[in-house]
């Protein structure tokens, strides 16, 4: 795993831990971590990430609306 330093302005009031949330949430809603992924990067356990999701307001079923109709077919 790679390391990143980010500069934020000062009036920012946000925090390392918070900026870790919506940058690991972000990316798992595009689908490019797992939520195993995404909790490493964030420092959370999935539990504990999983349960923070919604205040991102990022789902925690994360799929395409797309693949709806196929997952009825095949129900």
């Not at 009036?11 to 689908?31: F, I, K, N, Q, W």
């Not at 994360?62 to 109709?69: E, G, I, K, Q, R």
């Amino acid at each position: 795993m790679r390391t990143l330093t980010l500069t934020v302005p000062d009036t920012l009031e946000v925090d390392d831990r918070h900026l870790a949330l919506l940058v690991a949430s972000r990316l798992y809603e595009e689908g490019r971590l797992s939520l195993g992924q995404a909790a490493e990067t964030a420092g959370l356990t999935k539990r504990a990430f999983a349960e923070l999701l919604d205040d991102c307001q990022v789902s925690l079923f994360n799929f395409p609306a797309a693949d709806l109709p196929r997952d009825i077919a095949n129900a």
